[in-house]
């Protein structure tokens, strides 16, 4: 299948656009017409990490229609209508344990994993293209998937809001919902304001008085957060955040989600917790965070950590979706969308802090 694709040629340069041909499915791949991409901060360090392999083919917010299946695949059919996600075994321990974030083969099938039968998924030229990424390198306008990442939504589903469910809306509202959780009458702050920061005050606002505060640096993203619920937006350049979060939150904050994965971050959500309170990090960053032992012993303190929300993405992914339909998730308030070719455009206005979650179309 002809397709266009937007790849990397080189780890400091633009994405370029570029014709690729994508195999027909085999065995138990799936065939999926791309039609909204979400472009995501892992799919930026993937790109700058410096693979040896190029061009590499990134994008792991794919959603679209299926368009064809291996003869392996049971539960998916041509037309259905789906997300695509990470991918899993379905067998080790932690997947039979309902963890499917935490699967023990996650590196191998998601960082670029070889096809199973072997010979090449994605060509350029007739050479291979390095693909596979979270099992489906979705910045193309075709990609191959497996029954494991694809999840079937509704027919009516709008897939470019669809689309960021697969990693950055899933982990933020998930670190909320399914880890966090916080009752009513609780003080819930968010470190950082991006799509995982904002789908997670979505989620929160949704709950019964649950008092939400938004740590961020930029303006525009602390005026949308008070838009969309927030009772305070601080900044972090003007306060010192751990007194002025202890201060309106009466003691501490009862829950926090660090989503920055910068590690000062960290230590001062840490320091703004109340007694008793947790923080779950969901920020892929480096280094150690500045924690006081002596604060998270005497005071019970607790750091949580968590990946893609802590979810079952076929169960979650569509609870997400009711909520939208319900009007208690609006979605569309994070999302702008551009067509594919304008992705460096995209980038640009996401890095200002104009947009949240730039979404191709392709």
């Avoid at 974030?101 to 293209?129: I, Q």
């Avoid at 191959?144 to 469910?165: G, I, Q």
């Avoid at 001062?268 to 920020?283: I, K, N, P, Q, W």
């Avoid at 604060?295 to 893609?308: E, M, T």
Wanted: glycine share 12%.
């Amino acid at each position: 299948m002809r397709t266009s694709a937007l790849l990397s040629r080189d780890p400091g340069a633009p994405f370029e656009p570029a014709e690729v041909e994508v195999d027909e499915p085999l065995g138990t791949e799936i065939l999926v017409r791309i039609t909204a991409s979400g472009v995501c901060h892992t799919d930026l360090i993937s790109r700058a990490a410096g693979a040896a392999d190029r061009p590499v083919l990134l994008g792991h917010e794919g959603a679209g229609i299926v368009e064809a299946v291996g003869r392996g695949v049971t539960d998916v059919h041509p037309g259905d209508h789906v997300v695509l996600t990470f991918r899993h075994c379905g067998r080790c321990p932690n997947c039979l344990a309902d963890r499917p974030a935490y699967c023990r083969k996650a590196t191998a099938l998601n960082n670029f994993g070889r096809r199973a039968e072997g010979g090449p998924r994605v060509t350029l030229d007739g050479a291979p293209v390095l693909d596979g990424f979270f099992g489906q390198s979705s910045l193309a306008g075709y990609a191959l998937a497996t029954e494991d990442n694809t999840v079937v939504v509704e027919p009516d589903t709008d897939l470019a809001l669809a689309a960021p469910l697969g990693c950055g809306f899933q982990t933020g509202a998930g670190a909320v919902l399914n880890v966090l959780a916080p009752a009513p009458g609780a003080q819930l702050v968010i470190y950082g304001a991006g799509a995982v920061g904002m789908a997670a005050l979505l989620a929160a606002k949704a709950l019964d008085d649950v008092a939400i505060t938004v740590v961020e640096t930029s303006a525009a993203r602390r005026a949308l957060a008070l838009q969309l619920g927030a009772q305070a937006a601080l900044d972090p350049a003007e306060t010192e955040i751990p007194p002025a979060i202890r201060e309106l939150t009466g003691g501490g904050a009862t829950h926090a989600l660090e989503t920055t994965g910068v590690p000062a971050v960290l230590g001062g959500a840490v320091a703004a917790l109340a007694t008793g309170a947790t923080v779950v990090a969901v920020g892929l960053g480096q280094g150690v965070p500045p924690v006081d032992l002596g604060d998270l012993v005497l005071n019970g303190k607790s750091i949580r950590g968590c990946l893609a929300g802590d979810s079952i993405p076929q169960v979650f992914i569509p609870r997400l979706l009711r909520r939208h339909r319900e009007g208690r998730l609006p979605l569309e308030r994070l999302v702008t969308t551009y067509p594919y070719a304008e992705i460096e455009a995209a980038l640009a206005a996401q890095r200002a802090g104009d947009v949240v979650k730039p979404v191709l179309l392709w």
